[in-house]
T-cell receptor, first 112, second 107 residues
Framework: ETGVTQSPTHLIKTRGQQVTLRCSSQSGHNTVSWYQQALGQGPQFIFQYYREEENGRGNFPPRFSGLQFPNYSSELNVNALELDDSALYLC???????????FGSGTRLTVV | AQRVTQPEKLLSVFKGAPVELKCNYSYSGSPELFWYVQYSRQRLQLLLRHISRESIKGFTADLNKGETSFHLKKPFAQEEDSAMYYCALGYGQNFVFGPGTRLSVLP
């Protein structure tokens, strides 16, 4: 399947819990990045992975962590969820750092 | 911190009128600049990159390093151009999006 797919599409968690979001990269893409988009704001860069190594990180605390697998799929893990973590989480993949990203539809996380 | 500003949250123009979406950035090195667009109920998608110097859907953007700007322009707006537009800056291993401008093209 081409394109970037994310799962789940919606998720509700309780404050203090942990969550894992998943992303399948577009075929042929070896770079994946994750973004947090709060309502009415632009996407905020969380981090980027290239060939299973983190090679870029935005201003997010260590409780935001990730993995990229040999097939270039990826996970975003968030520990100790806070109410402010409620947002749309976007995954994007590309074939090079600045070749332009292909975005998924996002996972809407609500923390209550 | 590196920043991207888009001064207009909402820009309304009439069909056939020229449109310019403003973007300014702060970065002292050589920037990689992009425009992304999100149409209603669709995913965020790349519109153009400054390095490719191409025109997509009639839009162009010129990098002005002196003014640290990367404004998006189209000579004749169409109703289907109505969307959310984000300017973005890539530097080092990081990426910054602006807050976005909602373009509304009126009939």
């Amino acid at each position: 399947e081409t394109g970037v797919t994310q799962s789940p599409t919606h998720l509700i968690k309780t404050r203090g819990q942990q969550v894992t979001l998943r992303c399948s990269s577009q075929s042929g893409h070896n770079t994946v990045s994750w973004y947090q988009q709060a309502l009415g704001q632009g996407p905020q860069f969380i981090f980027q992975y290239y060939r299973e190594e983190e090679n870029g990180r935005g201003n997010f605390p260590p409780r935001f962590s990730g993995l990229q697998f040999p097939n270039y799929s990826s996970e975003l893990n968030v520990n100790a969820l806070e109410l402010d973590d409620s947002a749309l989480y976007l995954c994007a993949s590309s074939s090079g750092a600045w070749d332009g990203y292909t975005f998924g539809s996002g996972t809407r996380l609500t923390v209550v | 911190a590196q920043r991207v500003t888009q001064p207009e949250k909402l820009l309304s123009v009439f069909k056939g009128a020229p449109v310019e979406l403003k973007c300014n950035y702060s970065y002292s090195g050589s920037p990689e600049l992009f425009w992304y667009v999100q149409y209603s109920r669709q995913r965020l998608q790349l519109l153009l990159r400054h390095i490719s110097r191409e025109s997509i859907k009639g839009f162009t953007a010129d990098l002005n390093k002196g003014e640290t700007s990367f404004h998006l322009k189209k000579p004749f707006a169409q109703e289907e151009d109505s969307a959310m537009y984000y300017c973005a800056l890539g530097y080092g291993q990081n990426f910054v999006f602006g807050p976005g401008t909602r373009l509304s093209v009126l009939p």
